[in-house]
């Protein structure tokens, strides 16, 4: 008999508690987040919130074989995300400086977009990223203007090289407007 009471106590604190990180789910608000970046600004959602959409595309690590492919895809065919309102960053729970850290990789492999910095993994953790070894998952996340996720891409990994054409893809599909032709 108190077996069965503490699992009803168990089991309603678990239908009570809050949902967590990864619970999130599109339509969820997004996490706020303040993270350094490759470019030496310090990016917040919330600074974005009913001005632009935002691509979230976590990586495992900096130097690493998968994230060289993206990071290059970014890199060569960013042009194709520029079109849209939006603005994409990778992010990973790897230091901002040092021979192994976001700005090297960045620099090494021309990326002309920013690479954002979560060493606290405080922002990996509230996005459900953060695996038992302590690396992100390769996960992307697409925020409308509203702050709430549109979409989670966790397939990510099996097309790695075409990651740049693959984001521009999901912002049409999402009806993502295109940035307005400057005259």
Known sequence: M??????????AGLAAAPATAADLKV??????????????????????????SIVLAWFPKAFTQGC???????????D???KYDATYFMASVDALDGAQGNKA??????????????????TAKAYGVLTERGFANRWTFYIGKDGRIQSIDKDVATRLA???????AKLGELKTPL????K
């Open 162 to 168: 075409t990651s740049a054409e693959d984001m521009a």
């Open 179 to 182: 940035k307005m032709a400057k």
């Open 2 to 11: 108190k077996a069965l009471m503490f699992a009803m106590v168990v089991m």
């Open 105 to 122: 990789f960045a620099e090494t492999h021309k990326a002309d977009f920013p690479l954002l910095s979560d060493p606290t993994k405080e």
């Open 80 to 82: 194709l995300i520029k």
């Open 27 to 52: 339509g969820d608000p997004a996490p706020d987040f303040s993270l350094q970046a490759t470019d030496g600004k310090t990016y917040k959602l919330s600074d974005f919130k009913g001005k632009q």
């Open 68 to 78: 060289t492919i993206e990071c290059k895809s970014l890199a060569e065919h960013g």
